[in-house]
C-alpha cells in the first residue's frame, strides 16, 4: 500500500540536505517572532496584545513576499534544472521590481495613516495607539527585507538554502539584543517600549539586507548580470504573470483571509486576552510547524528539479512519498504539543509571558486545535505548495487553497463568533474546518497527475531580447 514510500536513501538523503537548512532558517525566524513575543509579553497582556494586532497588516506583506518567492521558485527551480541562469536573472529582476513597489506602498500607508489601519484590526481603544506607534516604524523594514525575500528565495530553488538560514540567523541575534536595548532601555539607551521593539526589528531587517548585497556582489555560484535584472523582458514577464502571479494572488488571499481571523478576534468581547493568548499560541504554533514548511519548500525544489531536467517518470510516486512524510511529521509533532498544552505550558510558559488565567485557558484550547489538525495541515500544506505548486499547477493550487478559507472557513469563524457570539472554541473550529475539504480536494488532483508540467517550455529568452 505505501510502496511508492520506498525511494532509496539517496533519495531521503537529498530530501534532509535541502530541507535542514531551510528548518534551521525558519527556526531563526520563528524564534524572531518568540523572542519578540516574550520581551513585549513581559511589558503586559495589552502591549502583547497591541503588537499582534499591528503585525496583521505586517503578516499580509509577508505573505505577498513569501508568494513572490514561492512563485519565482516555480520557474527558477526548473530554470536551475537546465541550467538556465540567464533566465533566473531575469526572474529575479522581475521580483526585486514587484516586491519593491508592493513594500513601498505598504511602508507608506502604515507611516501616514497607522491608527486608521490599526482601526480596522480591532475596535479595542486600549490598543490601538500603542499598535498604531509599532506599525509607523516597522513598516520601513519591509523595504529591505523585500529585496532580501526574493534573493535568498533565488538561491533556496537554486538547492542553495544554507544562505537563508546564515542571513536570517544572524538577523534572529541582532533582534534579540537591539530588542534588549531599546524595549527595556539597557546600555544607556531610552526604554521605549513597542516603539524600542519595531526599532529593533527595523534595525535587524537592514543587517539582513546589507549583508545579503554583499554576497550578491560577491557570489560566482549565480553571477548577478544588472542588465538582465533591470531588462527583465516582455517573454519572460508574461511567463512570471503566468506562473508566478496565481502564486502571489494565492498568498495575498491567504494571508488576507488569515487576517481575518485575527479581526474577528479582535472585535469579539474580551479581545485582550484572547489575542495575547493568540500572539503566545501564534508562535508556539509557528514553531512546531517549521519541519513541515520545509518539507514543503523541498519538495517544490525538488518536484520543479526533476520535471526541468526531464525526469518525469516517478514524479507521482515522489509527490506522494512527500506528502506522506509531512502527514508523519505533523502526527509526531502536534501529539506532543497538545501534551504540553495540558501539562506543561501552563505551569511553565504561561507565567513567563505574565499570561492571566483566562487567557492561559485559551492558549491551552488554541493549541489543542493546532495540535489536533496538525498532520491534515501538514499534508494540506506540503501537497499544494510543495507538489502542485513545483509541478507548475499553480491555478488549481490557488483555488484548492483559497475557496474552502473564503467560502468555509471565514464565514463560519465570523458567524461564530461575532453573529452568534458562541466563544472562541467555536472560532477556532470554524477556522479548522477548511483542512478536511483541502485534503480532499489536494489528493483527488494529486492522484490525476495532471498537475505535471514544463512551464519552462519556449521561456528560454536570449540576453539581446530585451
Request: charged share 15%.
Amino acid at each position: 500500500m505505501f510502496s511508492y514510500m520506498n525511494r532509496g536513501r539517496a533519495f531521503y538523503r537529498n530530501v534532509v540536505t535541502l530541507a535542514l537548512p531551510i528548518v534551521l532558517q525558519n527556526l531563526c525566524t520563528t524564534l524572531l517572532g518568540l523572542i519578540d513575543t516574550f520581551m513585549v509579553g513581559s511589558l503586559g497582556e495589552a502591549p502583547l496584545a497591541a503588537v499582534l494586532v499591528a503585525n496583521t497588516p505586517v503578516f499580509i506583506i509577508q505573505l505577498v513576499i513569501f508568494g513572490l518567492q514561492s512563485g519565482s521558485s516555480v520557474l527558477i527551480s526548473q530554470f536551475w534544472g537546465k541550467g538556465d541562469t540567464d533566465s533566473i536573472n531575469r526572474v529575479v529582476g522581475i521580483g526585486f521590481y514587484i516586491a519593491g513597489a508592493i513594500a513601498a506602498v505598504f511602508a507608506g500607508a502604515m507611516f501616514l495613516v497607522p491608527e486608521q489601519i490599526m482601526a480596522l484590526m480591532t475596535d479595542n481603544r486600549e490598543l490601538i495607539p500603542l499598535a498604531a506607534r509599532y506599525a509607523r516604524i516597522v513598516g520601513f523594514s519591509y523595504l529591505f527585507n523585500s529585496i532580501t525575500g526574493v534573493y535568498v528565495g533565488a538561491h533556496r530553488a537554486m538547492e542553495n538554502p544554507k544562505l537563508g538560514m546564515a542571513v536570517f540567523g544572524i538577523s534572529m541575534l541582532t533582534n534579540a539584543f537591539l530588542n534588549w536595548i531599546f524595549i527595556f532601555g539597557n546600555l544607556g539607551a531610552p526604554a521605549l517600549g513597542v516603539e524600542g521593539a519595531a526599532i529593533a526589528t527595523l534595525c535587524s531587517r537592514i543587517v539582513e539586507f546589507v549583508i545579503t548585497f554583499t554576497y550578491a556582489l560577491t557570489n560566482r555560484r549565480f553571477p548577478l548580470r544588472p542588465r538582465l535584472i533591470l531588462r527583465p523582458g516582455g517573454q519572460l514577464l508574461r511567463k512570471f504573470f503566468r506562473y508566478s502571479g496565481p502564486v502571489v494572488i494565492n498568498e495575498t488571499m491567504w494571508g488576507t483571509g488569515y487576517s481575518l481571523y485575527k479581526v474577528v478576534l479582535g472585535h469579539m468581547e474580551g479581545s485582550t486576552e484572547i489575542l495575547a493568548a493568540r500572539a503566545l499560541a501564534g508562535n508556539v504554533e509557528d514553531l512546531c510547524t517549521i519541519v513541515i514548511f520545509a518539507i514543503a519548500g523541498t519538495t517544490a525544489i525538488v518536484i520543479g528539479r526533476e520535471i526541468g531536467a526531464g525526469r518525469r517518470e516517478c514524479l507521482f510516486e515522489m509527490g506522494a512519498a512527500l506528502d506522506t512524510l509531512a502527514c508523519l511529521a505533523g502526527l509526531l509533532i502536534g501529539l506532543p504539543m497538545v501534551a504540553c498544552a495540558w501539562l506543561i505550558f501552563p505551569q511553565v510558559l504561561y507565567p513567563i509571558f505574565h499570561l492571566s488565567p483566562i487567557a492561559g485557558d485559551i492558549t491551552t484550547m488554541m493549541l489543542t486545535f493546532v495540535g489536533v489538525f496538525l498532520p491534515l495541515r501538514a499534508f494540506d500544506t506540503v501537497n499544494t505548495v510543495g507538489v502542485l505548486r513545483g509541478g507548475g499547477d499553480v491555478r488549481v493550487a490557488t483555488l484548492i487553497d483559497i475557496i474552502p478559507m473564503w467560502c468555509v472557513s471565514i464565514p463560519l469563524s465570523a458567524l461564530f463568533g461575532l453573529g452568534l457570539k458562541w466563544g472562541i472554541f467555536w472560532v477556532y473550529a470554524g477556522m479548522m474546518s477548511e483542512h478536511f475539504i483541502k485534503f480532499v480536494l489536494g489528493l483527488t488532483r494529486l492522484r490525476s497527475r495532471a498537475w505535471i508540467n514544463d512551464v519552462t517550455q519556449f521561456a528560454h529568452v536570449k540576453e539581446d531580447a530585451t
